[in-house]
């Protein structure tokens, strides 16, 4: 919608004007109004009606009128070549001049240093009111003298039979005042715009928003807030702890860290949290959520009702892969190759290294992203157990089956991914019933002769090295093969220490995003400190540290000092230190070949140049010897 704007002046200037405006921006509606002082307050409420966007007038009507109308209004600049421009033309009819202006600001000041540098006799005729005006007009009429001003001054001067001259420049000052007028609708409404989306999006949210200045004083606040709350009025201005029902007993918002507060509140309970607004390090105010607990729980079991009829999800993708390390970078464009294939994976991998992780992802980056994601860790079950949860079985095939038989794993995980992590853990019987699944792509249930055709593709973890157990007849060396179609090794943690910055901010976000914002200033530390630890238990290590140390950061007062955050960090690494023989560069299946450094050398070789991919270059900087030596102990030792 065009801009629309309404011209308020007196008889001689808005005949002018009119004519002016015929040349203005067709694209802006322009009415023209001819009315002084007191005959505008007529005015207004018809501007209101058409929804007028600003008014340009001058200024004694400027300052009437911005009392009683929430329209904007600025006035016609007059600037100091008007001045000099009608004191030239008032020179020409008579010595005697007066200009006459409304009493605001300073302004009859400026304009005197203006006319002192001109070394002419003038005469400032300044007012507050119309009565006034006439007076000093009547008073200067003797004189026989010209008088420049506005239009409310040149009426007067005409009715005493005095010279006069409008003060502006008429056809810049009214096109100057046009354009001013456009940016401003033009600003306003794009504010106005974005006020309300705000406020769309603020009040499309179950969960009740509230914004507070320094001072705890309410600023704003959602319409779910004032249901929640049960506000017939919005209080702004109001102390937030005013609006809670404990805030007779006390203060909950004068702790520092406020994280998932639970606060009882008239007939039920509600789950607060509290983030704090910073403007350039800068605290300005809060941001404060509140949920319904009651809400939290129907909607927590609504998705878990939802999600077991549906059939198992993976829940990661690749974008939820927390890294920025080389290692990690070319390990996941590998993964999203892998997942773009039909093929079997198999992930190698130190616990907690994210195993699960990748295989979820693999899944929803496959073709078989829209069918099921069955995990299951093949060392947390009894191998019975295990047979019937994969399998299924039929009715009354053993003493306590579920009447009517039930479904095995590789059944609903049908057209989907099935996840089978440790696989290491299986026993060699169980191994040569899975070789069957994975070669025939069937399944028969314990307790029925019916073969069950089923369409899954497999990712199969293991933390040990199955090439070693396969020598050792722990590992079906046929399945070993099956499973080993495409290899995916996941580096650990302290290959990749890069990548703990990443981990440890996301996680304290995650969890306590109050006491991210106190500890940011000391972050580095934090890292340094977390960086020098060797983590054999990996990512899961280091969110156990994480953990323990938000969970312990609480103070009684509820400040977190540098030296306090720092030395209780240490002491959350100190207690995992006594399983940490990883110094050096340890490589697991050593373990296997204690009776002989030559293998021991062998398994390290083999190790490292799967790591980097075969690049023999970098395994030779990194191991520190010369190529041909690296070349000569490949060969010596049978290594493609």
Not at 55 to 74: C, E, F, H, V
Not at 299 to 310: H, I, N
Not at 617 to 625: P, S, V, Y
């Amino acid at each position: 919608m065009n801009p629309k704007i309404a011209i308020l002046g007196y008889r001689d200037f808005i005949d002018l004007t009119k004519g002016i405006i015929k040349n203005a921006n067709n694209h802006v509606s322009i009415d023209v109004y001819q009315c002084l002082l007191n005959e505008c307050l007529e005015i207004i409420p018809k501007l209101e009606k058409q929804k007028t966007d600003i008014i340009i007038t001058g200024r004694a009507n400027q300052q009437m009128l911005k009392s009683i109308t929430n329209i904007p209004i600025i006035t016609f600049r007059i600037t100091a070549f008007d001045i000099l421009s009608s004191i030239k033309k008032a020179l020409k009819h008579s010595p005697h001049i007066a200009i006459a202006m409304a009493r605001f600001e300073d302004l009859e000041y400026d304009y005197s240093l203006l006319v002192d540098m001109l070394d002419i006799n003038i005469e400032f005729l300044s007012y507050s009111t119309q009565d006034e005006l006439e007076e000093k007009i009547k008073f200067f009429a003797p004189c026989g003298g010209t008088v420049i001003g506005t239009s409310i001054a040149i009426n007067y001067a005409k009715k005493h039979k005095l010279n006069s001259l409008l003060i502006y420049s008429l056809e810049n000052t009214i096109l100057e005042a046009i354009e001013r007028a456009i940016e401003i609708v033009e600003i306003n409404r794009k504010e106005e715009r974005k006020a309300k989306e705000m406020e769309a999006i603020l009040n499309s949210v179950s969960d009740g928003i509230l914004a507070a200045n320094e001072k705890d004083e309410l600023t704003l606040i959602n319409h779910s807030a004032t249901k929640l709350l049960d506000l017939e009025e919005i209080p702004y201005k109001q102390d937030i702890n005013d609006l809670f029902s404990e805030s007779k007993h006390q203060r909950i918002f004068d702790k520092k860290l406020l994280n998932d507060e639970l606060v009882d509140h008239k007939n039920t309970t509600l789950n607060i949290n509290r983030v704090p607004i910073m403007v350039k390090e800068m605290k300005t105010g809060n941001v404060i959520t509140v949920q319904d607990i009651t809400r939290i729980q129907k909607l927590e079991q609504k998705y878990r009702s939802e999600t077991k009829a549906k059939g198992l999800k993976a829940k990661t993708f690749f974008h939820h892969i927390i890294h920025q390390s080389p290692i990690m970078r070319k390990t996941v464009s590998k993964a999203k190759k892998y997942a773009e294939t039909d093929s079997t994976v198999l992930l190698t991998g130190e616990t907690g290294t994210g195993k699960e992780l990748f295989a979820q992802s693999m899944h929803n980056h496959s073709i078989r992203k829209n069918n099921p994601f069955v995990a299951i860790n093949c060392g947390a079950l009894p191998e019975s157990l295990l047979e019937s949860e994969l399998f299924g079985y039929e009715d009354g095939a053993f003493t306590g089956a579920v009447k009517g038989g039930k479904k095995g794993l590789f059944e609903i995980a049908h057209n989907g991914t099935v996840f089978l992590d440790e696989i290491n853990s299986l026993s060699l019987s169980f191994q040569t019933r899975l070789l069957r699944v994975l070669q025939e792509k069937e399944i028969v249930r314990i307790g029925s002769n019916q073969v069950v055709p089923i369409n899954i593709r497999i990712i199969a973890a293991t933390n040990e090295g199955l090439i070693q157990m396969v020598k050792e007849n722990k590992f079906r060396k046929d399945l070993f093969y099956r499973l080993n179609v495409l290899k995916l090794s996941i580096p650990p943690l302290r290959y990749r220490k890069e990548d703990i910055f990443l981990l440890t901010r996301d996680f304290i976000m995650e969890h306590n995003k109050a006491l991210y914002y106190t500890i940011e200033p000391f972050f580095p530390e934090i890292y340094k400190s977390l960086t020098n630890h060797s983590y054999p238990g990996n990512i899961r290590e280091l969110y156990n540290i994480l953990e323990r140390f938000i969970v312990l950061s609480e103070t009684e007062t509820g400040e977190i000092t540098h030296q306090y955050c720092l030395q209780l960090l240490n002491e959350c690494i100190e207690n995992d230190n006594l399983l940490d023989n990883y110094k050096t560069v340890s490589i697991p299946i050593l373990e296997s070949y204690k009776d002989s450094l030559m293998e021991a050398e062998k398994a390290i070789l083999t190790s490292f140049l799967d790591l980097y991919e075969g690049n023999k270059i970098k395994l030779a900087e990194k191991l520190g010897m010369g190529r041909t030596t690296l070349y000569r102990k490949l060969k010596e030792f049978n290594i493609s």
